[in-house]
Nanobody, 121 residues
Framework: QVQLVESGGGLVQPGGSLRLSCGAS????????MGWYRQAPGKQRELVAT???????NYADSVKGRFTISRDSAKNTVYLQMNSLKPEDTAVYYC???????????????WGRGTQVTVSS
């Protein structure tokens, strides 16, 4: 009864920018950490960035200084601003939110279906 919906992916030239969004809806009591992961063809899914409820952020070394993660807790939404994009950033980007549903004592990982980001000239 929880759904995560991502948006904002697409095709962009090297050096360009994109902004991803991911909103959660459904039976939500509270949300802990939020994050973005990505998976390129033939590779394992990897962490891109996470943000805690207090706003503390963590980034993969490969995106530091180029990507910015943020959240709007009132809207159950996490964002990823991606600047100075490179061809190696091409991947499917997945949203993750740690959600406690109403009636539960546990936080569970919920995932979006993914949004394609392609960086190419």
């Amino acid at each position: 009864q929880v759904q995560l919906v991502e948006s904002g992916g697409g095709l962009v030239q090297p050096g360009g920018s994109l902004r991803l969004s991911c909103g959660a809806s459904g039976n939500i009591f509270s949300i802990n950490d939020m994050g973005w992961y990505r998976q390129a063809p033939g590779k394992q899914r990897e962490l891109v960035a996470t943000v805690t409820t207090s706003g503390r952020t963590n980034y993969a070394d490969s995106v530091k200084g180029r990507f910015t993660i943020s959240r709007d807790s009132a809207k159950n939404t996490v964002y990823l601003q991606m600047n100075s994009l490179k061809p190696e950033d091409t991947a499917v980007y997945y949203c993750n939110q740690q959600i406690r549903q109403g009636g539960s004592n546990w936080y569970l990982d919920f995932w979006g279906r993914g949004t394609q980001v392609t960086v190419s000239s």
